[in-house]
């Protein structure tokens, strides 16, 4: 009887809390959507995964190892202790993740038309908006977020998954849970929250506006256009080079066109591996004591904000630059400086045939789309080097 009795005791049933059973569930939840309704599976399942595991009591998916009197390994930490503290808590894999991005990016459509690096930088104000909302609940005692907190919830309205984690592990990582859920699902929610958004604040005669056909960007300007930036980040923003060097270094080795084998295994295998891993690491830190709490709705209702804020910035600046220049563009590919490469572009896109079927707009949307990417890596080092400091 005391034998059956220990058993039990020592069974997961028995020291299941109501906190891990809820976010059980929410791990669940996460894997449905990736499953059955095809938001952002391939992260979403291996965090939804994640968080699954780290919830099971008992099992010590976290446990840290423990240490003898002279400091040598007496017992081995958990898998996702490993996988967090060697390539989340360093920051390695959300810059291979970067790597691979750029080896699949092409810099053309920004080449051939640079004017619509002004619409990927007007949208990383939704970035700096909600910093400035997270400050302000916390000034009016609704919430309780730090300058850092506040700063790595604001990188969610670069709509860059892999920029939000990277911030988040060095400014908080004690919400890095939460803010990449809320990174990677309203990534996925982009075609249901930016439309609205761009029909509102667009005309049906400002979305009927055909753009001319991009100039052909030569080779010559793809090698020398990621070097240049990559000195230019690094000499005025020392902090952002690690997540551009990186992006460049990707899209060096694509445009190059003498390391085919190393392209490839960046676009496809290397980053396949990495996001598995990065997906469970993740998922690690949705314990139920760091993410059932009051701070977690206010990261994800500030994660609304921070996308609205970003397209509609998008969108504007591109009706602005409409009364200042000569050649016309289309407001709807603003929308795209958001980041969410290429989903923020096909969004545009759509909308642009749904007003004109022969308006297709999504090369001209990839120019902000792409330099929404850049800019989210460069708003992340500017928060590194005057929070992280």
Do not use: W
């Not at 399942?45 to 009591?57: C, D």
């Not at 700063?151 to 890095?176: E, H, K, Q």
């Not at 990621?226 to 005025?236: G, R």
């Amino acid at each position: 009887m005391d034998s059956l009795l220990k058993l039990f005791r020592d069974s997961g049933l028995y020291q299941l809390e109501a906190g891990q059973g809820v976010m059980v569930v929410v791990g669940l939840v996460l894997i449905y959507l990736a499953i059955r309704r095809g938001f952002e599976p391939l992260l979403l399942l291996p965090i939804g995964m994640g968080a699954v595991l780290v919830n099971v009591p008992g099992a010590g998916f976290l446990a840290e190892p423990v240490l003898d009197a002279a400091g040598h390994i007496a017992a081995p930490g958990g898998l996702l202790y490993y996988i967090y503290e060697a390539g989340i808590a360093t920051g390695m894999f959300p810059l291979i993740i970067f790597m691979g991005v750029g080896a699949m990016t092409d810099f053309g459509p920004l080449l051939a038309n640079p004017k619509t690096l002004f619409l990927g930088a007007a949208a990383q104000f939704g970035i700096f908006t909600t910093v400035m909302g997270a400050v302000g609940l916390t000034a009016l005692g609704i919430m309780d977020f730090s300058i850092a907190d506040a700063s790595a919830i604001g990188i969610i309205g670069g709509a860059d998954g892999p920029t939000a984690i990277f911030v988040a592990s060095r400014l908080a990582p004690d919400l890095l849970g939460a803010i990449a859920v809320a990174a990677y699902s309203y990534m996925a929610l982009v075609p249901v929250i930016q439309p609205p958004i761009m029909r509102f604040l667009t005309t049906e005669a400002e979305r009927k506006i055909r753009m001319d056909q991009l100039r052909i960007v030569s080779q010559r300007e793809k090698i020398i256009f990621p070097l240049c930036l990559l000195i230019l980040v690094a000499l005025f923003l020392p902090s952002a080079a690690p997540l551009l060097g990186m992006f460049c270094f990707g899209n060096l080795m694509r445009e190059s066109g003498v390391v085919g084998r190393l392209s490839d295994t960046a676009q496809n295998a290397l980053i396949n591996i990495t996001t598995i891993f990065l997906g469970l690491g993740v998922g690690s830190k949705l314990s139920s004591d760091a993410f059932l709490n009051l701070e977690t709705l206010g990261i994800l209702l500030l994660g609304v904000v921070a996308f609205g804020v970003g397209t509609a910035s998008g969108v504007l600046m591109a009706k602005l630059m409409n009364k200042m220049t000569k050649e016309p563009i289309n407001p709807l590919i603003g929308a795209a400086g958001v980041s969410a490469v290429p989903m923020a572009a096909r969004v545009a896109n759509k909308l642009g045939l749904e007003a004109n079927s022969q308006n297709f707009l999504l090369m001209h949307a990839m120019g902000p789309n792409v330099a929404g990417v850049i800019g989210s890596a460069v708003a992340a080092g500017v928060m590194i080097s005057f929070v992280g400091g």
